[in-house]
């Protein structure tokens, strides 16, 4: 092993590759909150993994994974002390980048007249994110679209996502539901973070492979002592990353699969799903990508003061669509049918990509266990209108 | 980096009611100016606002005022639900709060050199009378004008004093019709799509623009295309729930398009798949 | 003899694609006929030996209700046909007809017509093809009318 430097002289460059160990995470963290970061991170609470204030690795979930099925989660202790050993729970980073309760302004009556405060611009919540699995990243990345890729920008979230420091984590281990590989968002961090981190506890020390992937990130890092990656680490990760991506939970098939949905609008698996979901609402708040939100206007008694919060909404719930007297979609099948094809194929059409990043989370926590990847599957395989331009087979 | 660099399209620019007026027993018309006389608003025809109660809510509306008249603006709505009651309820010199003007618009550039159609159902005027006036203002421009309009009751049509004077000053062809009359009323009575097989326009060179209940416009638009207007030349006025006007909130999804942004004036042609489906 | 409303039959999108023998066969049954405003041009009730081509005016559908006076169901202007009562037994008119402004138009001697399409299969053809088609037409429109499509939300 090499000799450790501290405060290296060398400047930390994007694109390098670096090796720190378990206690330098730890002085990352530090470095972080010195300079007014809110470091979240995942942390066991109420048996679950969920992303709240970490202060020191000791908060982490070291040595926990977990076992995710249809409509089930359950919390284990593993053999090892991995900190990231599990994959995603209920909550997603967009609980901090698009809060689920926002004051968006406050309005006074004045005689006849109304005065809008806007809410005081506050200096914005600086976020470090630790943990952020690559399907995360590409949610960010998709709400990013919504919010600030449009013609209007919420300038909350912009000035939330341009403080963020993003710390990646390569999932060397995929979950039960996981099904990054089938849209191309995971299990390897490509983009998007500042840090990626692959742990590896093999052939050496607690130790964390460090991905630079921008120049904040470079200065982040450069706080704590690293050292060059050697090659045995390096293939290590690759082979952790490879075993990963055959390992996944499930699979869906996305050939085609916006006009698959937009030629089965009517296909009977829309009834047979119904039968069980209960529109609780369930997936659309775990959903790393759902935006969907609502805003209620409210007076103090006097009535001379007012306020307009937003909120979360979901699509499942039987007002979303209301209009003159009545609902547009007033049945569960509809309901269903609009978060699915929204998800899978309008979303495309929206914003050029999948709504979808593989998470699984929405089939975790069903209660009724239902699987998006099971539901299209099944309308796949009794698709109504086969493409006229599939190639014929056994053609000379 | 603080949120005050970039504007935030959530807040609402308080207007003050000039005038309030009852068109029919349950539409009425604000008449609005801004409370900062430098406010600077400018729209096209089609595009709606957000309109804020205080303390109440807000409601999507088309602005239904002349667009050369800026700053003045005027919405007629119907009282549907706790909103638009609560506006009722509002007087000369009372505010609300406005944002906008969102949405696309009705094709006038487009229509140039050509037929145009104007078919109407209830309040659907309202959101289609800026394009009535920035026609007029420049009728040279257009061949045929027909204007088809349609409601329940003679009592229901909207701005009948306006129309009787659009029918004497310029040269176009206005056909009214009604659901259901008393013996009173000496005109067409039916829906407003029995009018279209004989409306004197010609088919190969039209642009069709049509608002009301999505039935009335579904129901025209098949009767136009019967006739042989191009589906790329009718547009219609769509309408879906909304919270936020800015594509961010989601409930105005129709199919892959959001009514606030991609509507809500929409080419049938473009929504044509998704048009009439149930629960979508 | 080119009887001289065969023109504007021939001209008339009603008898669009018919063999020129059929339309002199129903021109010698046409005639012009004018009705001033207010006019009844048929009772409810009254033998259905006739239907018109309206050429000019506002003819109305009605319906007497005690308590409610004449009730306008629909109104037929230029170039629309009024009636088909006289195809189908018991060839009767199910309705008021009025003129609502004063009006030109074309009267065809139905019971004539019908003898003649029972005569002749092919003329019997073209013409019910087309009642078909005005009363599909009338069909969708009273069924949008049904649904009281601007109707109070409540």
Same mark, same amino acid.
Request: glycine content about 10%.
């Given at each position: 092993m090499g000799a450790l430097r501290t405060a290296s002289p060398e400047p930390l460059q994007t694109g390098d590759r670096v090796v720190i160990e378990l206690e330098h995470l730890d002085q990352l963290l530090q470095g972080l909150a010195d300079r007014n970061y809110e470091v979240v991170g995942p942390t066991v609470h109420e048996g679950a993994i969920v992303y709240e204030r970490v202060t020191s690795i000791r908060d982490l979930p070291s040595g926990w994974t977990d076992e995710q099925a249809g409509g089930r989660y359950r919390l284990k202790r593993r053999e090892d002390g991995a900190l990231f050993g599990y994959v995603v729970g209920p909550h997603s980073w967009k609980k901090f980048l698009y809060p689920p309760q926002q004051q968006l302004w406050r309005a006074e009556r004045n005689g006849k007249g109304l005065c809008i405060l806007p809410e005081k611009a506050q200096a %914005? %919540?600086?976020?470090?994110?630790?943990?952020?699995?690559?399907?995360?990243?590409?949610?960010?990345?998709?709400?990013?679209?919504?919010?600030?890729? =449009?013609?209007?920008?919420?300038?909350?979230?912009?000035?939330?996502?341009?403080?963020?420091?993003?710390?990646?984590?390569?999932c060397t281990q995929p979950g039960g539901?996981?099904?990054?590989?089938?849209?191309?968002?995971?299990?390897?961090?490509?983009?998007?973070?500042? $840090?990626?981190?692959?742990?590896? $506890?093999?052939? =050496?020390?607690?130790?964390?492979?460090?991905?630079?992937?921008?120049?904040?990130?470079?200065?982040? $890092?450069?706080?704590?002592?690293?050292?060059?990656?050697? =090659? *045995?680490?390096?293939?290590? *990760?690759?082979?952790?990353?490879?075993?990963?991506?055959?390992?996944? =939970?499930?699979?869906?098939?996305?050939?085609?699969?916006?006009? $698959?949905?937009?030629?089965?609008?009517?296909?009977p698996q829309w009834d047979t799903v119904t039968e069980r979901c209960l529109s609780c609402a369930n997936c659309t708040m775990v959903c790393p990508t759902c935006f969907c939100s609502t805003v209620e206007d409210v007076t103090d008694l006097t009535g001379e003061h007012a306020e307009?919060?937003?909120?979360?909404?979901?699509?499942?719930?039987?007002?979303?669509?209301?209009?003159?007297?009545?609902?547009?979609?007033?049945?569960?099948?509809?309901?269903?049918?609009?978060?699915?094809?929204?998800?899978?194929?309008?979303?495309?059409?929206?914003?050029?990509?999948?709504?979808?990043?593989?998470?699984?989370?929405?089939?975790?926590?069903?209660?009724?266990?239902?699987?998006? %990847?099971?539901?299209?599957?099944?309308?796949?395989?009794?698709?109504?209108?086969?493409?006229?331009?599939?190639?014929?087979?056994?053609?000379? | 980096m603080t949120a005050g660099l970039v504007p935030d399209p959530m807040l609402p620019t308080p207007y003050r009611i000039q005038r309030v007026r009852q068109e029919t027993d349950d539409t009425f018309t604000l008449e609005l100016l801004p409370e900062d006389s430098s406010h600077r608003f400018s729209f096209e025809p089609g595009q709606f606002n957000m309109l804020y109660v205080f303390g109440v809510g807000e409601v999507p509306i088309s602005i239904s005022s002349d667009p050369d008249d800026v700053p003045l603006l005027k919405h007629t709505t119907r009282v549907v639900g706790?909103?638009?009651? +609560?506006?009722?309820?509002?007087?000369?010199?009372?505010?609300?709060?406005?944002?906008?003007?969102?949405?696309?618009?009705?094709?006038?550039?487009?229509?140039?050199?050509?037929?145009?159609?104007?078919? +109407?159902?209830?309040?659907?005027?309202?959101?289609?009378?800026?394009?009535?006036y920035r026609l007029m203002a420049e009728r040279e421009r257009y061949h045929k004008i027909v204007l088809l309009?349609?409601?329940?009751?003679?009592?229901?049509?909207?701005?009948?004093?306006e129309l009787e004077q659009w029918r004497g000053k310029f040269d176009l062809e206005i056909q009214v019709t009604v659901d259901r009359a008393a013996s009173s009323w000496r005109g067409n009575v039916g829906v407003v799509?029995?009018?279209?097989?004989?409306?004197?326009?010609?088919?190969?060179?039209?642009?069709?623009?049509?608002?009301?209940?999505?039935?009335?416009?579904?129901?025209?638009?098949?009767?136009?295309?019967?006739?042989?207007?191009? +589906?790329?030349?009718?547009?219609?006025?769509?309408?879906?729930?909304?919270?936020?006007?800015?594509?961010?909130?989601?409930?105005?999804?129709?199919g892959p398009t959001f009514v606030c942004k991609d509507g809500p004036v929409f080419a049938y042609s473009h929504i044509a798949p998704i048009l009439g489906k149930s629960e979508v | 003899m080119i009887h001289t409303l065969e023109p504007i039959l021939r001209d008339h999108p009603f008898f669009q694609g018919m063999e020129d023998r059929h339309i002199q066969l129903i021109a010698g049954c046409s005639m012009n006929v004018r009705f001033?405003?207010?006019?009844?041009?048929?009772?409810?009730?009254?033998?259905?030996?006739?239907?018109?081509?309206?050429?000019?005016?506002?003819?109305?559908?009605?319906?007497?209700?005690?308590?409610?006076?004449?009730?306008?169901?629909?109104?037929?202007?230029?170039?629309?046909v009024l009636g088909w009562s006289w195809l189908f037994p018991p060839y009767r008119w199910h309705f008021d007809a009025r003129a609502q402004q004063p009006t030109h138009a074309l009267a065809f001697d139905g019971k004539?017509?019908?003898?003649?399409?029972?005569?002749?299969?092919?003329?019997?053809?073209?013409?019910?093809?087309r009642f078909m088609q005005i009363v599909t037409e009338r069909l969708e429109s009273t069924r949008l009318l049904l649904l009281d499509m601007y109707g109070n939300i409540r």
């Open positions: %914005t %919540t600086k976020y470090a994110f630790l943990g952020v699995r690559a399907c995360e990243l590409h949610a960010i990345a998709v709400q990013d679209k919504v919010f600030l890729e =449009g013609h209007f920008v919420d300038p909350g979230y912009k000035s939330r996502r341009e403080s963020l420091v993003l710390l990646a984590v390569n539901n996981c099904f990054c590989a089938s849209m191309n968002t995971g299990p390897k961090a490509a983009s998007g973070f500042d $840090l990626a981190l692959t742990e590896l $506890l093999q052939d =050496g020390p607690h130790r964390f492979l460090v991905d630079v992937g921008t120049v904040r990130g470079a200065e982040v $890092l450069s706080n704590v002592p690293w050292q060059r990656a050697e =090659g *045995a680490d390096q293939q290590q *990760a690759a082979r952790l990353l490879a075993e990963a991506t055959r390992h996944m =939970g499930r699979r869906l098939d996305t050939h085609g699969i916006k006009e $698959l949905l937009y030629r089965n609008y009517e296909h307009r919060w937003r909120r979360w909404d979901s699509c499942f719930t039987v007002d979303f669509s209301y209009i003159h007297g009545g609902s547009v979609r007033a049945t569960p099948r509809a309901r269903y049918r609009q978060w699915m094809t929204h998800k899978l194929a309008t979303w495309i059409d929206q914003f050029g990509v999948s709504g979808c990043v593989g998470c699984g989370r929405c089939i975790t926590w069903c209660p009724v266990g239902i699987d998006i %990847t099971v539901e299209a599957a099944a309308i796949r395989a009794s698709d109504s209108v086969k493409a006229t331009t599939e190639p014929e087979q056994g053609v000379a | 706790t909103v638009t009651k +609560a506006m009722r309820q509002l007087k000369r010199g009372d505010t609300i709060g406005i944002r906008g003007p969102y949405g696309t618009h009705w094709p006038v550039q487009e229509a140039v050199g050509r037929d145009v159609v104007i078919a +109407a159902g209830g309040i659907g005027l309202a959101p289609l009378r800026p394009a009535l309009y349609g409601t329940r009751t003679p009592e229901d049509m909207l701005y009948r004093h799509t029995t009018m279209i097989p004989r409306a004197p326009f010609d088919p190969s060179n039209t642009l069709a623009m049509i608002c009301g209940p999505e039935v009335m416009m579904r129901f025209t638009v098949m009767e136009l295309v019967k006739r042989g207007v191009a +589906a790329e030349r009718i547009y219609l006025s769509g309408e879906r729930n909304m919270k936020c006007g800015i594509g961010f909130c989601g409930h105005c999804q129709f | 001033n405003a207010g006019d009844v041009i048929f009772h409810e009730g009254d033998p259905a030996d006739q239907f018109y081509l309206v050429r000019e005016g506002l003819v109305s559908v009605q319906f007497v209700i005690p308590n409610r006076g004449l009730t306008t169901i629909t109104t037929y202007g230029n170039g629309e004539c017509l019908r003898g003649k399409c029972d005569e002749d299969h092919d003329l019997g053809y073209e013409i019910y093809k």
